[in-house]
């Protein structure tokens, strides 16, 4: 995982967690990243230092307004949703097409699958942060 210190347009800075340097730049080639303030999808990375680690570990702090906000999504998420993991793509379909009963699922999806479910018309979006696996 690359934490990106990132900007739009309009000048909101904010930060953002991807699986990898090409991740972002696939993410962000199909208009994936968005301003957490407007919404806009011309969003560039911004000068940032490298995280260097110490000898000794420090408590890391929490409670950021965003950290504890992105954690209160999750837990919704992950409370009024079913993990559906790499079937995402095709719940998804099915749950549109009629053919299975629609609810709330989260999963995983890759990127130019998910471009297709847009481009079919199945609602689907982005979420902040990686999914947790649920154990069975």
Not at 14 to 34: C, I, K, L, N, P
Request: a neutral charge; glycine letters at 6%; one cysteine or more.
């Amino acid at each position: 995982m690359i934490r990106y210190a990132l900007r739009c347009a309009n000048g909101h800075v904010f930060d953002s967690w991807f699986r990898s340097s090409d991740g972002y730049d696939a993410m962000r080639a199909a208009g994936q990243v968005t301003c957490t303030t407007c919404g806009s999808t011309d969003v560039d990375k911004t000068l940032m230092a490298p995280a260097v680690s110490e000898t000794t570990t420090a408590p890391r702090p929490t409670g950021a307004p965003a950290e504890t906000a992105l954690d209160k999504l999750r837990q919704h998420v992950e409370k009024t949703s079913d993990y559906v993991g790499s079937n995402f793509v095709s719940e998804a379909r099915a749950m549109h097409q009629g053919s299975a009963p629609e609810r709330a699922i989260h999963g995983e999806a890759r990127i130019e699958d998910a471009r297709k479910l847009i481009e079919d018309g199945v609602p689907i979006a982005p979420l902040p942060f990686v999914p947790r696996q649920k154990a069975n």
